[in-house]
Protein backbone atom coordinates (compact mmCIF):
# COMPACT_ATOMS: atom_id res chain seq x y z
CA UNK A 1 0.00 0.00 0.00
CA UNK A 2 2.87 1.88 -0.23
CA UNK A 3 3.05 2.97 3.35
CA UNK A 4 6.86 3.66 3.50
CA UNK A 5 6.19 7.22 1.12
CA UNK A 6 3.33 8.21 3.59
CA UNK A 7 5.26 10.01 6.45
CA UNK A 8 7.35 12.44 4.56
CA UNK A 9 5.40 15.04 2.56
CA UNK A 10 8.56 16.23 0.51
CA UNK A 11 8.25 12.38 -1.57
CA UNK A 12 6.29 11.23 -4.58
CA UNK A 13 4.80 7.91 -4.22
CA UNK A 14 6.17 5.20 -6.95
CA UNK A 15 2.50 5.92 -8.26
CA UNK A 16 3.45 9.91 -8.43
CA UNK A 17 1.70 10.54 -5.18
CA UNK A 18 1.49 12.88 -2.58
CA UNK A 19 0.04 10.82 0.34
CA UNK A 20 0.42 13.48 3.41
CA UNK A 21 -1.48 16.45 1.19
CA UNK A 22 -3.93 13.47 0.57
CA UNK A 23 -4.51 12.65 4.03
CA UNK A 24 -4.88 16.55 4.82
CA UNK A 25 -7.91 16.95 2.05
CA UNK A 26 -9.62 13.77 4.13
CA UNK A 27 -9.12 15.87 6.92
CA UNK A 28 -11.20 18.20 5.44
CA UNK A 29 -13.81 15.84 4.34
CA UNK A 30 -14.60 15.33 7.76
CA UNK A 31 -15.36 19.27 8.25
CA UNK A 32 -18.25 21.43 8.49
CA UNK A 33 -19.64 21.90 5.29
CA UNK A 34 -18.85 25.23 3.32
CA UNK A 35 -20.96 26.09 0.13
CA UNK A 36 -20.32 29.09 -2.41
CA UNK A 37 -22.57 30.29 -5.35
CA UNK A 38 -21.77 32.97 -7.40
CA UNK A 39 -25.24 35.01 -8.50
CA UNK A 40 -25.36 37.75 -11.06
CA UNK A 41 -25.45 40.47 -7.98
CA UNK A 42 -23.12 38.91 -5.80
CA UNK A 43 -21.85 35.60 -3.88
CA UNK A 44 -23.44 33.77 -0.94
CA UNK A 45 -21.96 31.33 1.32
CA UNK A 46 -23.26 29.01 3.41
CA UNK A 47 -21.95 26.78 5.80
CA UNK A 48 -22.70 24.14 8.89
CA UNK A 49 -21.94 25.20 12.31
CA UNK A 50 -20.67 22.48 13.98
CA UNK A 51 -21.22 23.16 17.73
CA UNK A 52 -18.93 20.72 19.57
CA UNK A 53 -20.38 21.24 23.42
CA UNK A 54 -23.20 23.60 24.99
CA UNK A 55 -20.42 24.78 27.13
CA UNK A 56 -18.71 26.46 24.61
CA UNK A 57 -19.00 30.28 25.20
CA UNK A 58 -20.44 32.16 22.44
CA UNK A 59 -18.15 33.26 19.92
CA UNK A 60 -18.18 36.87 19.22
CA UNK A 61 -17.36 36.57 15.31
CA UNK A 62 -17.69 33.70 12.54
CA UNK A 63 -15.97 30.47 13.12
CA UNK A 64 -16.35 30.08 9.66
CA UNK A 65 -16.49 33.35 7.53
CA UNK A 66 -13.51 35.60 7.79
CA UNK A 67 -12.84 38.70 5.93
CA UNK A 68 -9.82 39.47 4.61
CA UNK A 69 -10.13 42.72 3.48
CA UNK A 70 -12.92 45.31 1.91
CA UNK A 71 -13.42 43.38 -0.83
CA UNK A 72 -12.49 39.63 0.19
CA UNK A 73 -14.00 37.58 2.16
CA UNK A 74 -13.25 33.56 2.84
CA UNK A 75 -14.96 30.38 4.35
CA UNK A 76 -12.69 27.10 6.32
CA UNK A 77 -13.17 23.80 5.97
CA UNK A 78 -10.87 22.24 8.22
CA UNK A 79 -8.70 22.44 10.90
CA UNK A 80 -9.20 26.30 12.31
CA UNK A 81 -5.92 26.69 13.97
CA UNK A 82 -4.54 25.78 10.41
CA UNK A 83 -6.80 28.17 9.31
CA UNK A 84 -5.96 31.26 11.37
CA UNK A 85 -2.51 31.40 10.46
CA UNK A 86 -3.49 31.27 6.97
CA UNK A 87 -6.15 34.13 7.43
CA UNK A 88 -3.35 36.14 9.22
CA UNK A 89 -1.64 35.81 6.19
CA UNK A 90 -3.93 36.25 3.22
CA UNK A 91 -4.75 39.62 5.48
CA UNK A 92 -1.48 40.42 5.40
CA UNK A 93 -0.59 40.03 1.62
CA UNK A 94 -3.98 42.15 0.72
CA UNK A 95 -2.73 44.96 3.34
CA UNK A 96 0.69 44.97 1.70
CA UNK A 97 -0.60 44.63 -1.64
CA UNK A 98 -2.82 47.41 -1.19
CA UNK A 99 -0.07 49.66 0.45
CA UNK A 100 2.58 49.13 -2.39
CA UNK A 101 0.04 50.24 -4.98
CA UNK A 102 -2.76 52.02 -3.52
CA UNK A 103 -5.69 49.69 -4.92
CA UNK A 104 -7.35 46.40 -3.73
CA UNK A 105 -5.80 43.19 -4.69
CA UNK A 106 -7.15 41.46 -7.93
CA UNK A 107 -9.02 38.33 -6.34
CA UNK A 108 -7.23 35.38 -8.06
CA UNK A 109 -3.64 37.34 -7.20
CA UNK A 110 -4.48 37.23 -3.19
CA UNK A 111 -5.93 33.79 -4.10
CA UNK A 112 -2.86 32.37 -5.61
CA UNK A 113 -0.31 33.91 -2.80
CA UNK A 114 -2.15 31.63 -0.38
CA UNK A 115 -1.99 29.28 -2.12
CA UNK A 116 1.51 29.57 -2.89
CA UNK A 117 2.26 29.73 1.14
CA UNK A 118 0.43 26.06 1.29
CA UNK A 119 2.47 24.50 -1.77
CA UNK A 120 5.95 25.28 0.05
CA UNK A 121 4.53 23.40 2.92
CA UNK A 122 4.20 20.24 0.48
CA UNK A 123 7.59 20.83 -1.08
CA UNK A 124 10.17 21.94 1.58
CA UNK A 125 11.10 21.40 4.90
CA UNK A 126 9.71 18.49 5.89
CA UNK A 127 6.53 19.60 7.48
CA UNK A 128 3.12 18.46 7.39
CA UNK A 129 0.45 20.58 4.87
CA UNK A 130 -2.39 22.88 6.14
CA UNK A 131 -5.53 21.25 6.66
CA UNK A 132 -8.08 23.55 5.23
CA UNK A 133 -9.58 24.25 2.18
CA UNK A 134 -10.76 28.02 1.51
CA UNK A 135 -13.85 28.91 -0.67
CA UNK A 136 -13.02 32.55 -1.31
CA UNK A 137 -15.42 35.54 -2.49
CA UNK A 138 -14.55 38.41 -3.68
CA UNK A 139 -14.74 41.74 -5.66
CA UNK A 140 -12.75 43.61 -8.10
CA UNK A 141 -12.79 45.96 -11.08
CA UNK A 142 -11.41 43.51 -13.80
CA UNK A 143 -13.46 40.32 -13.17
CA UNK A 144 -16.65 41.50 -11.23
CA UNK A 145 -17.60 38.81 -8.66
CA UNK A 146 -15.66 35.49 -7.91
CA UNK A 147 -15.79 32.60 -6.40
CA UNK A 148 -12.53 30.32 -5.76
CA UNK A 149 -11.95 27.36 -3.75
CA UNK A 150 -8.45 26.30 -2.85
CA UNK A 151 -6.89 23.14 -0.93
CA UNK A 152 -3.97 22.02 1.62
CA UNK A 153 -2.06 20.89 -2.22
CA UNK A 154 -1.53 24.36 -2.73
CA UNK A 155 -4.24 24.02 -5.78
CA UNK A 156 -6.91 26.96 -6.84
CA UNK A 157 -9.61 27.01 -8.99
CA UNK A 158 -12.62 29.39 -10.01
CA UNK A 159 -16.49 28.10 -9.66
CA UNK A 160 -19.40 29.12 -10.15
CA UNK A 161 -20.94 27.08 -7.06
CA UNK A 162 -19.26 24.25 -5.57
CA UNK A 163 -19.15 22.98 -1.80
CA UNK A 164 -16.14 21.74 0.42
CA UNK A 165 -16.67 19.59 3.74
CA UNK A 166 -18.52 16.95 4.64
CA UNK A 167 -20.49 15.00 1.74
CA UNK A 168 -19.62 17.99 -0.65
CA UNK A 169 -19.91 15.04 -3.39
CA UNK A 170 -23.76 15.38 -2.54
CA UNK A 171 -23.69 18.75 -2.46
CA UNK A 172 -21.37 19.57 -5.50
CA UNK A 173 -24.03 16.74 -7.60
CA UNK A 174 -27.03 18.68 -6.01
CA UNK A 175 -26.05 22.19 -7.32
CA UNK A 176 -24.98 20.76 -10.55
CA UNK A 177 -28.39 19.97 -11.44
CA UNK A 178 -29.77 23.03 -9.80
CA UNK A 179 -27.44 25.62 -10.42
CA UNK A 180 -28.51 27.98 -13.33
CA UNK A 181 -31.80 26.51 -13.95
CA UNK A 182 -33.59 27.17 -10.23
CA UNK A 183 -37.01 28.48 -10.41
CA UNK A 184 -38.95 28.81 -6.85
CA UNK A 185 -41.18 32.28 -7.62
CA UNK A 186 -43.84 32.75 -9.95
CA UNK A 187 -42.15 35.71 -11.82
CA UNK A 188 -39.12 33.43 -12.40
CA UNK A 189 -41.06 30.87 -13.87
CA UNK A 190 -42.93 32.96 -16.71
CA UNK A 191 -39.15 34.32 -17.62
CA UNK A 192 -38.28 30.50 -18.08
CA UNK A 193 -41.17 30.26 -20.69
CA UNK A 194 -40.16 33.22 -22.44
CA UNK A 195 -36.13 31.72 -21.82
CA UNK A 196 -37.14 28.52 -23.71
CA UNK A 197 -37.77 29.82 -26.87
CA UNK A 198 -34.63 31.42 -27.13
CA UNK A 199 -33.27 27.92 -25.53
CA UNK A 200 -33.55 26.49 -28.98
CA UNK A 201 -30.44 28.83 -30.48
CA UNK A 202 -28.16 28.79 -27.36
CA UNK A 203 -26.21 25.64 -26.64
CA UNK A 204 -26.39 24.96 -22.78
CA UNK A 205 -26.99 28.09 -21.11
CA UNK A 206 -26.54 28.46 -17.58
CA UNK A 207 -28.39 31.40 -16.26
CA UNK A 208 -27.05 32.68 -13.26
CA UNK A 209 -28.82 33.54 -9.97
CA UNK A 210 -29.77 36.35 -7.89
CA UNK A 211 -28.74 36.57 -4.71
CA UNK A 212 -32.13 35.79 -3.15
CA UNK A 213 -32.04 32.59 -5.60
CA UNK A 214 -28.52 31.75 -4.70
CA UNK A 215 -29.49 32.00 -0.64
CA UNK A 216 -32.07 29.62 -1.00
CA UNK A 217 -30.49 27.03 -3.64
CA UNK A 218 -27.58 27.03 -0.65
CA UNK A 219 -29.76 26.40 1.97
CA UNK A 220 -30.91 23.97 -0.26
CA UNK A 221 -27.92 22.24 -0.91
CA UNK A 222 -26.86 22.47 3.27
CA UNK A 223 -29.92 20.74 3.91
CA UNK A 224 -29.10 17.58 1.93
CA UNK A 225 -25.34 17.57 3.23
CA UNK A 226 -26.16 18.04 6.81
CA UNK A 227 -26.39 15.16 9.23
CA UNK A 228 -29.71 16.25 10.93
CA UNK A 229 -33.05 16.14 9.22
CA UNK A 230 -33.66 19.33 11.03
CA UNK A 231 -32.76 22.82 9.71
CA UNK A 232 -32.69 25.74 11.68
CA UNK A 233 -30.99 28.97 11.60
CA UNK A 234 -29.01 27.92 15.08
CA UNK A 235 -26.70 25.50 12.95
CA UNK A 236 -26.19 27.52 9.47
CA UNK A 237 -24.68 30.46 8.54
CA UNK A 238 -25.47 32.66 5.52
CA UNK A 239 -23.21 35.06 4.46
CA UNK A 240 -24.10 37.81 1.23
CA UNK A 241 -21.41 39.45 -0.43
CA UNK A 242 -22.91 42.24 -2.67
CA UNK A 243 -22.06 46.03 -3.83
CA UNK A 244 -24.06 48.89 -2.72
CA UNK A 245 -22.89 52.21 -4.16
CA UNK A 246 -20.09 50.52 -5.73
CA UNK A 247 -18.78 49.67 -2.52
CA UNK A 248 -18.32 46.08 -1.39
CA UNK A 249 -20.43 45.22 1.42
CA UNK A 250 -20.09 42.42 3.22
CA UNK A 251 -23.20 40.65 5.71
CA UNK A 252 -23.87 37.79 7.95
CA UNK A 253 -27.93 37.05 7.96
CA UNK A 254 -29.04 37.03 11.36
CA UNK A 255 -31.37 34.84 12.92
CA UNK A 256 -34.45 36.36 11.38
CA UNK A 257 -33.25 36.77 8.28
CA UNK A 258 -31.21 33.58 7.73
CA UNK A 259 -35.02 31.57 8.92
CA UNK A 260 -36.92 33.17 6.52
CA UNK A 261 -34.94 31.91 4.13
CA UNK A 262 -35.13 28.05 5.01
CA UNK A 263 -38.96 28.51 5.75
CA UNK A 264 -38.71 29.76 1.79
CA UNK A 265 -36.96 26.76 1.40
CA UNK A 266 -38.95 24.54 3.51
CA UNK A 267 -42.09 26.07 1.68
CA UNK A 268 -40.64 25.55 -2.27
CA UNK A 269 -40.25 21.54 -0.79
CA UNK A 270 -43.80 20.83 -0.04
CA UNK A 271 -45.57 22.21 -3.05
CA UNK A 272 -49.02 24.30 -2.41
CA UNK A 273 -52.32 21.76 -2.33
CA UNK A 274 -50.51 19.47 -0.20
CA UNK A 275 -51.80 19.59 3.29
CA UNK B 1 17.85 73.93 6.20
CA UNK B 2 16.39 71.09 8.44
CA UNK B 3 14.84 68.48 6.63
CA UNK B 4 11.35 69.52 8.40
CA UNK B 5 11.06 72.80 6.49
CA UNK B 6 11.68 71.75 3.29
CA UNK B 7 7.82 71.70 2.44
CA UNK B 8 6.22 73.77 4.92
CA UNK B 9 3.32 72.83 6.91
CA UNK B 10 0.99 74.36 9.78
CA UNK B 11 -1.61 72.41 11.48
CA UNK B 12 -3.31 72.95 15.06
CA UNK B 13 -5.80 69.89 16.92
CA UNK B 14 -8.12 72.17 19.40
CA UNK B 15 -10.57 70.42 21.77
CA UNK B 16 -14.37 72.08 22.37
CA UNK B 17 -16.90 70.43 24.51
CA UNK B 18 -17.70 67.05 23.03
CA UNK B 19 -16.08 68.12 19.92
CA UNK B 20 -12.93 68.29 18.46
CA UNK B 21 -11.27 70.79 15.43
CA UNK B 22 -8.75 70.35 13.72
CA UNK B 23 -6.68 72.59 10.91
CA UNK B 24 -4.18 72.31 8.41
CA UNK B 25 -2.23 74.94 5.21
CA UNK B 26 -2.81 73.39 1.77
CA UNK B 27 0.71 74.30 0.67
CA UNK B 28 3.21 72.38 -0.69
CA UNK B 29 6.83 73.85 -1.42
CA UNK B 30 10.53 73.15 -2.34
CA UNK B 31 11.73 75.32 -0.36
CA UNK B 32 11.25 79.48 -1.21
CA UNK B 33 8.93 78.29 -4.13
CA UNK B 34 5.32 76.90 -4.02
CA UNK B 35 4.50 73.89 -5.96
CA UNK B 36 1.17 73.31 -5.02
CA UNK B 37 -1.76 74.72 -3.34
CA UNK B 38 -3.91 71.84 -2.29
CA UNK B 39 -1.97 69.74 -1.03
CA UNK B 40 -3.58 68.55 2.41
CA UNK B 41 -1.66 66.74 5.49
CA UNK B 42 -5.15 66.25 7.77
CA UNK B 43 -6.33 62.62 6.90
CA UNK B 44 -9.73 61.20 7.93
CA UNK B 45 -8.89 57.75 9.69
CA UNK B 46 -12.22 57.25 10.72
CA UNK B 47 -15.34 58.81 11.66
CA UNK B 48 -14.06 59.84 15.04
CA UNK B 49 -10.15 59.74 14.24
CA UNK B 50 -7.74 62.46 12.57
CA UNK B 51 -4.39 62.72 11.91
CA UNK B 52 -2.42 65.85 10.97
CA UNK B 53 1.09 65.42 9.61
CA UNK B 54 3.42 67.60 9.51
CA UNK B 55 7.32 67.07 7.34
CA UNK B 56 8.82 65.99 4.58
CA UNK B 57 5.66 65.59 2.47
CA UNK B 58 7.29 62.47 0.77
CA UNK B 59 6.86 60.50 4.48
CA UNK B 60 3.27 62.44 4.69
CA UNK B 61 2.12 60.07 2.29
CA UNK B 62 4.45 57.36 3.26
CA UNK B 63 3.14 57.15 6.55
CA UNK B 64 -0.77 57.97 5.38
CA UNK B 65 -0.52 54.96 3.63
CA UNK B 66 1.36 52.81 6.32
CA UNK B 67 -1.40 54.25 8.75
CA UNK B 68 -4.22 52.92 6.49
CA UNK B 69 -2.71 49.70 6.54
CA UNK B 70 -2.19 49.12 10.21
CA UNK B 71 -5.68 50.22 10.84
CA UNK B 72 -6.96 48.13 8.44
CA UNK B 73 -5.63 44.61 10.07
CA UNK B 74 -6.38 45.92 13.10
CA UNK B 75 -9.78 46.35 12.40
CA UNK B 76 -9.78 42.47 10.25
CA UNK B 77 -8.22 40.90 13.61
CA UNK B 78 -10.10 42.63 16.56
CA UNK B 79 -13.69 43.23 14.66
CA UNK B 80 -14.04 46.80 16.28
CA UNK B 81 -12.77 49.92 15.67
CA UNK B 82 -9.42 51.90 17.09
CA UNK B 83 -9.93 54.33 19.21
CA UNK B 84 -7.84 57.61 18.98
CA UNK B 85 -5.69 56.63 22.02
CA UNK B 86 -4.99 53.64 20.96
CA UNK B 87 -4.47 54.97 17.28
CA UNK B 88 -1.90 57.60 18.81
CA UNK B 89 0.05 54.32 20.33
CA UNK B 90 0.29 52.70 17.18
CA UNK B 91 1.59 55.86 15.45
CA UNK B 92 4.32 56.02 18.00
CA UNK B 93 5.17 52.71 17.83
CA UNK B 94 5.24 52.93 14.05
CA UNK B 95 8.07 55.76 14.55
CA UNK B 96 10.29 54.87 17.11
CA UNK B 97 10.85 51.68 15.06
CA UNK B 98 12.48 53.90 12.74
CA UNK B 99 14.53 55.21 15.79
CA UNK B 100 17.85 55.54 13.68
CA UNK B 101 16.49 56.77 10.72
CA UNK B 102 13.41 58.40 11.37
CA UNK B 103 10.12 58.91 9.13
CA UNK B 104 10.38 63.00 9.15
CA UNK B 105 6.75 63.91 10.44
CA UNK B 106 5.81 65.09 13.80
CA UNK B 107 2.11 64.17 14.02
CA UNK B 108 -0.63 65.46 16.00
CA UNK B 109 -3.91 62.91 16.73
CA UNK B 110 -6.92 64.54 17.05
CA UNK B 111 -10.45 62.37 17.84
CA UNK B 112 -13.63 61.51 19.89
CA UNK B 113 -13.11 58.66 22.37
CA UNK B 114 -15.94 55.99 22.91
CA UNK B 115 -17.52 58.16 25.51
CA UNK B 116 -17.26 61.36 22.42
CA UNK B 117 -14.97 62.53 24.72
CA UNK B 118 -12.22 64.56 22.80
CA UNK B 119 -9.11 63.00 22.76
CA UNK B 120 -5.86 65.31 21.39
CA UNK B 121 -1.98 63.91 21.16
CA UNK B 122 1.24 65.24 19.74
CA UNK B 123 4.32 63.79 19.33
CA UNK B 124 8.19 64.19 17.73
CA UNK B 125 9.17 62.26 14.57
CA UNK B 126 10.55 59.38 16.53
CA UNK B 127 7.61 58.95 18.67
CA UNK B 128 7.69 60.62 21.90
CA UNK B 129 3.74 61.75 22.97
CA UNK B 130 2.44 64.36 24.74
CA UNK B 131 -1.45 64.28 25.47
CA UNK B 132 -3.01 67.66 26.52
CA UNK B 133 -6.98 68.83 26.70
CA UNK B 134 -6.46 72.58 25.14
CA UNK B 135 -4.37 72.05 21.63
CA UNK B 136 -1.96 70.77 20.41
CA UNK B 137 0.34 72.69 16.87
CA UNK B 138 2.98 71.10 14.88
CA UNK B 139 4.95 72.53 11.52
CA UNK B 140 6.93 75.24 10.68
CA UNK B 141 5.06 77.65 12.23
CA UNK B 142 4.67 76.29 15.64
CA UNK B 143 5.87 79.39 17.77
CA UNK B 144 3.44 81.69 16.08
CA UNK B 145 0.53 78.80 16.75
CA UNK B 146 1.64 78.12 19.81
CA UNK B 147 1.18 82.26 20.74
CA UNK B 148 -2.49 82.55 19.34
CA UNK B 149 -3.90 79.24 20.62
CA UNK B 150 -2.52 80.24 23.88
CA UNK B 151 -4.10 83.84 23.63
CA UNK B 152 -7.56 82.50 21.85
CA UNK B 153 -8.15 79.31 23.30
CA UNK B 154 -10.96 78.93 25.87
CA UNK B 155 -12.22 75.92 27.71
CA UNK B 156 -15.73 74.16 26.61
CA UNK B 157 -15.69 76.01 23.09
CA UNK B 158 -19.17 75.07 21.64
CA UNK B 159 -18.74 73.47 17.57
CA UNK B 160 -19.05 77.02 15.96
CA UNK B 161 -16.94 78.98 18.70
CA UNK B 162 -14.34 76.18 18.02
CA UNK B 163 -14.48 76.91 14.34
CA UNK B 164 -13.80 80.32 14.48
CA UNK B 165 -10.89 80.39 17.33
CA UNK B 166 -9.29 77.42 15.26
CA UNK B 167 -9.68 79.06 11.92
CA UNK B 168 -8.51 82.57 13.68
CA UNK B 169 -5.62 81.17 15.34
CA UNK B 170 -4.51 79.57 12.18
CA UNK B 171 -5.07 82.10 10.00
CA UNK B 172 -3.04 84.64 11.61
CA UNK B 173 0.01 82.27 12.30
CA UNK B 174 0.48 81.09 8.57
CA UNK B 175 0.35 84.75 7.53
CA UNK B 176 3.78 85.45 9.28
CA UNK B 177 5.44 82.64 8.08
CA UNK B 178 6.88 81.70 4.66
CA UNK B 179 6.42 78.41 4.33
CA UNK B 180 2.69 78.23 4.96
CA UNK B 181 -0.10 79.53 3.83
CA UNK B 182 -1.58 79.51 0.17
CA UNK B 183 -4.95 78.08 1.94
CA UNK B 184 -6.58 76.31 4.74
CA UNK B 185 -8.72 73.82 6.03
CA UNK B 186 -10.58 73.31 8.93
CA UNK B 187 -12.82 70.10 10.27
CA UNK B 188 -14.43 69.70 13.05
CA UNK B 189 -15.88 66.55 14.64
CA UNK B 190 -19.00 65.83 16.93
CA UNK B 191 -20.55 62.62 18.02
CA UNK B 192 -22.90 63.64 14.97
CA UNK B 193 -20.59 63.78 12.07
CA UNK B 194 -17.84 65.91 10.61
CA UNK B 195 -17.73 69.13 8.96
CA UNK B 196 -15.32 70.30 6.89
CA UNK B 197 -14.79 73.76 5.54
CA UNK B 198 -11.93 75.50 3.39
CA UNK B 199 -10.51 79.35 4.76
CA UNK B 200 -10.16 82.33 2.52
CA UNK B 201 -7.07 83.56 3.55
CA UNK B 202 -3.89 85.67 2.04
CA UNK B 203 -2.35 83.12 -1.25
CA UNK B 204 1.22 83.74 -0.51
Not at chain 1, 230 to 259: F, T
Not at chain 2, 13 to 19: E, F, R, S, V, Y
Not at chain 2, 154 to 168: A, G, I, Y
Request: glycine share 8%; net charge negative.
Amino acid sequence: MARRYDSSTTTFSPEGRLHQVEYAIEAINNAGTCIGILAKDGIVMASEKRVTSGLLAPSKSSEKTYKISQHVACNVAGLTADANILIDQARLRAGRYEYQYCEPIPVEQLVELVCNYKQAYTQYGGLRPFGVAFLFAGYDEHYGFQLYQSDPSGNYSGWKATVIGSNNQAGKSLLKNEYGSSSSSEEEEEEKEGEMKVEGAATEEISMPDVKGALRLAVKVLNKTMDASASSSEKMELYVMSLENGQVVHKILNKEEAQKVIDEVEAEATPAGET
Amino acid sequence: MSILEYNGAAIIAMAGKDCVGIACDTRLGAQAQTVACDFRKVFKMSDKIFVGLAGLATDVLTMQNLLKFRQNLYELREDRELTPKVFSNVLSNLLYEKRFGPYFIEPVVAGLDENNQPFLSGMDLIGAPVYTDDFVVTGTATANMYGMCETLYKKDMEPDQLFETLSQALLASLDRDALSGWGATVHIITKDGVTSRELKGRMD
